[in-house]
């Protein structure tokens, strides 16, 4: 591909902009990750201590707390998996412009 005419500062914004969008990304991810540890570290407290307390006595506090890390273990799933689409997109449009823009492709290889 030909290489463009456009002001180097702009190409050089633009990587930066897209790094920036990928570094949220990759915070979204280790948040993602923290968020579905979580339950299962609380989960894990429960059946450790589940020789401690009788099932069915305190079944009405264990409904919702299982309810309640089966949801933290779906918002978890959810991040994860929308920062890995987000930074294979800003991944290929930094790749775009690295191929667009030679002296790019010389800084950033």
Not at 3 to 16: D, F, G, H, K, Y
Not at 23 to 40: D, E
């Amino acid at each position: 591909m030909p290489e463009t005419t456009e002001n180097p500062n702009v190409i050089i914004s633009e990587v930066q902009l897209l790094l920036a969008e990928k570094r949220t990304s990759l915070a979204f991810l280790r948040t993602g990750i923290t968020v579905f540890v979580l339950p299962l570290s609380v989960l894990s407290a429960l059946i450790a201590t589940s020789k401690l307390y009788d099932f069915l006595h305190v079944l009405h506090l264990l409904v919702p707390v299982l309810v309640l890390c089966a949801g933290l273990i779906v918002l978890g799933v959810y991040l994860v998996h929308r920062a890995v689409i987000r930074v294979r997109h800003f991944d290929r449009m930094i790749s775009d412009l690295k191929q667009k823009h030679g002296r790019l492709r010389e800084l950033l290889d």
